[in-house]
């Protein structure tokens, strides 16, 4: 069964600091990974989405990379800014199903 | 250019009740729909997703259903609600493309049981 696991759970920085969110899952046979945004009492918007065959994908200041042999995801928001403030979602599609599975999340506080 | 719709924003409903939540997507064919919930302090489940009218797959035995009446509005209904439904409901929506499938979220319905 596949879990996903998004460390750390929260995490406050000041701004202008490059920052890692990780997230890592527990089966590799996965048909993409997907980092959503989700800002409080809000619906989620997506920002990157890595197939399986890829490697990396970039959106402006986020880069987002995958390593399906040791189940991890990893993104990389360049100089943080208070208005990335929020909570940062990943989540994967098992091998022949278009059903994400979610982590937690990691609450994301850029501090001005 | 795509978007999706869900209502009520919020709800409170007392214990018994029966519910309604509704969702549109314009803008798009034949979509993929599903319905996830989110409790508080947990991420999102999956409820239900559809790939096509009146087809819905159910991922895990609950107090909920969903039809699929059009091909792009998703219900999701109960007819008696317990003090356990209450979250955010979230509708998304996906296509297949060259790129992958990237799940479109709708704003969300709060719901709380009383």
Known sequence: ?112 | SQTIHQWPATLVQPVGSPLSLECTVEGTSNPNLYWYRQAAGRGLQLLFYSVGIGQISSEVPQNLSASRPQDRQFILSSKKLLLSDSGFYLCAWSVATSGGETQYFGPGTRLLVL
């Open chain 1, 1 to 112: 069964k596949q879990e996903v696991t998004q460390i750390p759970a929260a995490l406050s920085v000041p701004e202008g600091e490059n920052l890692v969110l990780n997230c890592s899952f527990t089966d590799s046979a996965i048909y993409n990974l997907q980092w959503f945004r989700q800002d409080p009492g809000k619906g989620l918007t997506s920002l990157l989405l890595i197939q399986s065959s890829q490697r990396e994908q970039t959106s402006g200041r986020l880069n987002a990379s995958l390593d399906k042999s040791s189940g991890r995801s990893t993104l990389y928001i360049a100089a943080s800014q208070p208005g990335d403030s929020a909570t940062y979602l990943c989540a994967v599609a098992p091998r022949g199903t278009y059903k994400y599975i979610f982590g937690t999340g990691t609450r994301l506080k850029v501090l001005a």
